[in-house]
Protein backbone atom coordinates (compact mmCIF):
# COMPACT_ATOMS: atom_id res chain seq x y z
CA UNK A 1 0.00 0.00 0.00
CA UNK A 2 1.52 3.02 -0.90
CA UNK A 3 1.94 5.86 1.80
CA UNK A 4 -0.52 8.67 0.25
CA UNK A 5 -3.55 5.17 0.19
CA UNK A 6 -2.33 4.38 3.91
CA UNK A 7 -2.92 8.02 4.73
CA UNK A 8 -5.95 8.20 2.85
CA UNK A 9 -6.99 4.29 5.03
CA UNK A 10 -6.54 6.36 8.17
CA UNK A 11 -8.48 9.32 7.66
CA UNK A 12 -11.43 7.49 6.41
CA UNK A 13 -11.19 5.15 9.00
CA UNK A 14 -10.76 8.12 12.03
CA UNK A 15 -13.58 10.47 10.74
CA UNK A 16 -16.05 7.46 9.59
CA UNK A 17 -15.65 4.54 12.14
CA UNK A 18 -12.81 2.29 12.36
CA UNK A 19 -13.94 -0.27 9.50
CA UNK A 20 -15.44 1.92 7.00
CA UNK A 21 -12.42 1.10 4.80
CA UNK A 22 -11.10 -2.30 5.16
CA UNK A 23 -8.85 -4.75 2.73
CA UNK A 24 -10.90 -7.92 1.52
CA UNK A 25 -9.29 -10.87 0.65
CA UNK A 26 -8.62 -10.00 -3.00
CA UNK A 27 -5.10 -7.99 -3.45
CA UNK A 28 -6.20 -4.56 -4.06
CA UNK A 29 -9.99 -4.75 -3.24
CA UNK A 30 -11.38 -2.94 -0.20
CA UNK A 31 -14.54 -2.99 1.27
CA UNK A 32 -16.04 0.33 1.79
CA UNK A 33 -19.32 0.24 4.44
CA UNK A 34 -21.92 2.91 4.59
CA UNK A 35 -23.07 2.24 7.68
CA UNK A 36 -26.19 5.33 7.40
CA UNK A 37 -27.37 3.31 4.35
CA UNK A 38 -26.91 0.15 5.95
CA UNK A 39 -24.60 -1.04 2.23
CA UNK A 40 -21.19 -1.46 1.87
CA UNK A 41 -19.20 -1.53 -1.82
CA UNK A 42 -16.45 -3.56 -3.06
CA UNK A 43 -14.15 -0.87 -4.16
CA UNK A 44 -10.96 -1.73 -6.42
CA UNK A 45 -7.80 0.21 -6.58
CA UNK A 46 -4.74 0.25 -9.38
CA UNK A 47 -1.50 -0.02 -8.06
CA UNK A 48 -0.66 3.30 -9.13
CA UNK A 49 -3.32 4.96 -7.30
CA UNK A 50 -3.80 8.20 -7.02
CA UNK A 51 -2.80 8.53 -10.37
CA UNK A 52 -5.38 6.48 -11.85
CA UNK A 53 -8.79 6.07 -11.45
CA UNK A 54 -10.13 3.31 -8.44
CA UNK A 55 -13.61 1.52 -9.55
CA UNK A 56 -16.64 0.59 -7.85
CA UNK A 57 -17.14 -3.22 -8.27
CA UNK A 58 -19.94 -3.84 -7.27
CA UNK A 59 -22.20 -4.21 -3.82
CA UNK A 60 -20.74 -5.97 -1.02
CA UNK A 61 -24.06 -6.40 1.35
CA UNK A 62 -26.96 -4.58 2.25
CA UNK A 63 -28.99 -4.73 5.06
CA UNK A 64 -32.03 -7.00 5.63
CA UNK A 65 -34.52 -3.61 5.98
CA UNK A 66 -33.36 -1.32 3.20
CA UNK A 67 -35.69 -1.47 -0.39
CA UNK A 68 -35.07 -3.68 -2.90
CA UNK A 69 -32.28 -2.25 -5.53
CA UNK A 70 -31.22 0.09 -3.36
CA UNK A 71 -28.03 -1.40 -3.47
CA UNK A 72 -27.66 -1.01 -6.93
CA UNK A 73 -29.40 2.70 -6.93
CA UNK A 74 -25.94 3.56 -4.43
CA UNK A 75 -23.35 2.07 -6.26
CA UNK A 76 -24.66 3.62 -9.33
CA UNK A 77 -24.36 6.88 -7.50
CA UNK A 78 -20.98 6.18 -6.43
CA UNK A 79 -19.33 5.48 -9.98
CA UNK A 80 -21.13 8.70 -11.37
CA UNK A 81 -19.55 10.52 -8.62
CA UNK A 82 -16.15 9.19 -9.10
CA UNK A 83 -16.05 9.67 -12.65
CA UNK A 84 -16.71 13.61 -12.05
CA UNK A 85 -14.50 14.19 -9.25
CA UNK A 86 -11.65 12.04 -9.82
CA UNK A 87 -8.50 14.32 -10.16
CA UNK A 88 -5.34 11.91 -11.39
CA UNK A 89 -2.88 12.45 -8.38
CA UNK A 90 -5.55 13.54 -5.76
CA UNK A 91 -6.77 10.67 -3.41
CA UNK A 92 -10.71 11.25 -3.94
CA UNK A 93 -12.32 9.07 -1.24
CA UNK A 94 -12.98 11.53 1.45
CA UNK A 95 -14.89 13.35 -1.81
CA UNK A 96 -16.75 10.25 -2.67
CA UNK A 97 -18.34 9.96 0.63
CA UNK A 98 -18.96 13.58 0.82
CA UNK A 99 -20.63 13.75 -2.61
CA UNK A 100 -22.63 10.58 -1.76
CA UNK A 101 -24.05 11.47 1.40
CA UNK A 102 -25.34 14.32 -0.58
CA UNK A 103 -26.48 12.68 -3.73
CA UNK A 104 -28.10 10.11 -1.15
CA UNK A 105 -30.04 12.64 0.89
CA UNK A 106 -31.34 15.04 -1.80
CA UNK A 107 -32.52 12.15 -4.46
CA UNK A 108 -36.20 12.00 -4.85
CA UNK A 109 -38.30 9.30 -3.98
CA UNK A 110 -38.85 8.53 -8.13
CA UNK A 111 -35.59 7.77 -8.52
CA UNK A 112 -35.29 5.05 -6.23
CA UNK A 113 -36.06 1.41 -6.85
CA UNK A 114 -39.73 0.44 -6.60
CA UNK A 115 -40.55 -1.17 -2.73
CA UNK A 116 -43.03 -3.10 -1.10
CA UNK A 117 -44.75 -0.54 0.97
CA UNK A 118 -43.88 -2.04 4.79
CA UNK A 119 -40.39 -0.70 3.73
CA UNK A 120 -41.21 2.65 2.61
CA UNK A 121 -41.06 4.36 6.21
CA UNK A 122 -37.70 2.52 6.40
CA UNK A 123 -36.57 4.27 2.96
CA UNK A 124 -37.93 7.57 4.13
CA UNK A 125 -36.23 7.62 6.70
CA UNK A 126 -32.76 6.78 5.56
CA UNK A 127 -33.35 9.87 3.18
CA UNK A 128 -34.30 11.76 6.14
CA UNK A 129 -32.09 15.35 6.17
CA UNK A 130 -32.02 14.71 10.18
CA UNK A 131 -33.63 16.68 13.10
CA UNK A 132 -35.20 20.15 12.95
CA UNK A 133 -32.93 23.63 11.83
CA UNK A 134 -32.14 25.07 15.73
CA UNK A 135 -34.63 28.21 16.58
CA UNK A 136 -32.01 30.54 15.07
CA UNK A 137 -31.27 28.73 12.07
CA UNK A 138 -33.60 29.08 9.14
CA UNK A 139 -32.21 27.46 6.62
CA UNK A 140 -28.49 24.12 7.35
CA UNK A 141 -25.27 25.83 6.95
CA UNK A 142 -23.58 25.51 2.75
CA UNK A 143 -19.83 24.04 4.18
CA UNK A 144 -16.91 24.41 2.82
CA UNK A 145 -14.82 22.13 3.72
CA UNK A 146 -10.98 21.25 3.61
CA UNK A 147 -9.07 17.84 2.86
CA UNK A 148 -8.76 15.57 5.41
CA UNK A 149 -4.94 15.05 6.84
CA UNK A 150 -3.60 12.85 8.85
CA UNK A 151 -0.44 12.72 10.91
CA UNK A 152 0.44 10.18 13.78
CA UNK A 153 -3.14 8.73 13.14
CA UNK A 154 -4.82 11.91 14.15
CA UNK A 155 -7.11 13.16 11.17
CA UNK A 156 -8.01 16.95 10.93
CA UNK A 157 -10.55 18.47 9.29
CA UNK A 158 -11.88 22.11 8.71
CA UNK A 159 -15.04 23.55 7.86
CA UNK A 160 -16.20 27.35 7.13
CA UNK A 161 -19.41 28.45 6.68
CA UNK A 162 -20.91 32.11 6.23
CA UNK A 163 -22.44 33.43 9.66
CA UNK A 164 -23.79 36.89 10.42
CA UNK A 165 -24.04 36.74 14.35
CA UNK A 166 -23.12 34.85 17.13
CA UNK A 167 -25.74 33.98 17.67
CA UNK A 168 -25.70 32.43 14.22
CA UNK A 169 -22.72 30.96 14.49
CA UNK A 170 -23.71 29.37 17.88
CA UNK A 171 -26.27 27.71 16.21
CA UNK A 172 -24.33 26.34 12.82
CA UNK A 173 -22.30 24.64 15.14
CA UNK A 174 -25.35 22.99 17.22
CA UNK A 175 -26.92 22.04 13.84
CA UNK A 176 -23.32 20.14 12.63
CA UNK A 177 -23.28 18.24 15.81
CA UNK A 178 -26.67 17.16 15.62
CA UNK A 179 -26.81 16.27 12.29
CA UNK A 180 -23.15 14.77 11.44
CA UNK A 181 -21.86 11.59 14.00
CA UNK A 182 -18.28 11.89 12.67
CA UNK A 183 -18.29 15.89 13.56
CA UNK A 184 -20.20 14.95 17.18
CA UNK A 185 -17.39 12.40 17.81
CA UNK A 186 -14.67 14.07 17.40
CA UNK A 187 -12.33 14.53 20.23
CA UNK A 188 -11.72 18.52 19.80
CA UNK A 189 -14.01 20.65 17.32
CA UNK A 190 -12.37 23.86 17.33
CA UNK A 191 -13.91 27.33 16.30
CA UNK A 192 -13.34 30.75 15.53
CA UNK A 193 -15.63 33.22 13.87
CA UNK A 194 -15.33 37.11 12.89
CA UNK A 195 -17.98 39.11 12.39
CA UNK A 196 -18.58 42.72 11.50
CA UNK A 197 -22.19 44.65 10.95
CA UNK A 198 -21.35 48.25 9.21
CA UNK A 199 -22.26 51.59 10.78
CA UNK A 200 -25.38 52.78 9.54
CA UNK A 201 -27.19 56.27 9.99
CA UNK A 202 -28.05 55.52 13.43
CA UNK A 203 -25.61 53.04 14.96
CA UNK A 204 -21.88 52.93 15.18
CA UNK A 205 -20.20 49.52 13.44
CA UNK A 206 -20.17 46.42 15.12
CA UNK A 207 -17.67 43.80 15.42
CA UNK A 208 -18.05 40.50 16.85
CA UNK A 209 -14.88 38.06 17.18
CA UNK A 210 -14.47 34.82 19.88
CA UNK A 211 -13.09 31.32 19.85
CA UNK A 212 -13.07 27.88 21.58
CA UNK A 213 -10.63 25.62 22.36
CA UNK A 214 -13.01 23.07 23.23
CA UNK A 215 -9.67 21.01 24.78
CA UNK A 216 -7.51 21.74 22.49
CA UNK A 217 -5.34 24.55 24.72
CA UNK A 218 -4.35 27.30 22.55
CA UNK A 219 -5.70 26.18 19.35
CA UNK A 220 -8.98 28.38 19.44
CA UNK A 221 -6.67 31.60 19.99
CA UNK A 222 -3.85 30.43 17.05
CA UNK A 223 -7.57 29.91 14.95
CA UNK A 224 -8.73 33.32 15.48
CA UNK A 225 -5.62 34.97 14.51
CA UNK A 226 -5.24 33.45 11.26
CA UNK A 227 -8.93 34.61 10.18
CA UNK A 228 -7.28 37.88 11.44
CA UNK A 229 -4.08 38.06 9.61
CA UNK A 230 -6.56 36.72 6.35
CA UNK A 231 -8.78 39.51 7.32
CA UNK A 232 -12.02 37.70 6.60
CA UNK A 233 -15.40 38.69 7.83
CA UNK A 234 -18.76 37.13 8.37
CA UNK A 235 -17.57 33.51 8.47
CA UNK A 236 -17.08 30.31 11.29
CA UNK A 237 -14.51 27.71 11.13
CA UNK A 238 -14.75 24.73 12.67
CA UNK A 239 -11.76 22.76 13.17
CA UNK A 240 -12.61 18.79 14.31
CA UNK A 241 -9.76 16.62 15.62
CA UNK A 242 -9.92 13.00 15.87
CA UNK A 243 -7.04 12.04 18.51
CA UNK A 244 -5.11 8.94 17.48
CA UNK A 245 -3.26 8.29 20.66
CA UNK A 246 -0.13 10.19 19.38
CA UNK A 247 0.59 13.54 20.77
CA UNK A 248 1.94 15.90 18.13
CA UNK A 249 3.21 18.85 20.37
CA UNK A 250 3.32 22.55 18.08
CA UNK A 251 2.80 20.47 15.23
CA UNK A 252 -1.01 20.17 15.15
CA UNK A 253 -1.36 24.07 15.53
CA UNK A 254 -0.24 24.06 11.97
CA UNK A 255 -2.07 21.53 10.96
CA UNK A 256 -5.18 23.20 12.64
CA UNK A 257 -4.03 26.37 10.74
CA UNK A 258 -3.08 25.20 7.40
CA UNK A 259 -6.45 23.07 7.21
CA UNK A 260 -8.27 26.12 7.73
CA UNK A 261 -6.91 28.17 5.59
CA UNK A 262 -7.53 25.64 2.51
CA UNK A 263 -11.04 25.54 4.03
CA UNK A 264 -11.79 29.38 3.88
CA UNK A 265 -9.93 30.29 0.51
CA UNK A 266 -12.49 26.90 -0.81
CA UNK A 267 -15.49 28.85 0.22
CA UNK A 268 -14.23 31.94 -1.35
CA UNK A 269 -13.94 34.17 1.52
CA UNK A 270 -10.53 35.09 0.00
CA UNK A 271 -8.75 35.06 -3.37
CA UNK A 272 -5.98 37.32 -2.27
CA UNK A 273 -2.40 35.99 -0.90
CA UNK A 274 -2.07 32.61 0.59
CA UNK A 275 -0.61 33.49 4.38
CA UNK A 276 2.09 31.39 5.11
CA UNK A 277 3.26 30.77 8.66
Request: charged letters at 25%.
Amino acid sequence: MSEERENETEAINSIYGADTLIQSDEPGVYILSLSEYETSLRVSFPRDYPASIPHVLGTESTGESTRKGYGKYICDNARDILQRIFSPGSVCLFDLLQELDTSLIEGSSDQLPASPSDQEQQADNVLNTGPPLPPNLEEPPQWSLSAPITEKKSTFLARACTVTSPVHARACISHLLATDKRASKATHNITAYRIRIPASASTNEVVYQDYDDDGETAAGGRLLHLLQRMDVWGLLVVVSRWYGGIKLGPDRFSIINNIAREAVIEGGWTRSRIMKD
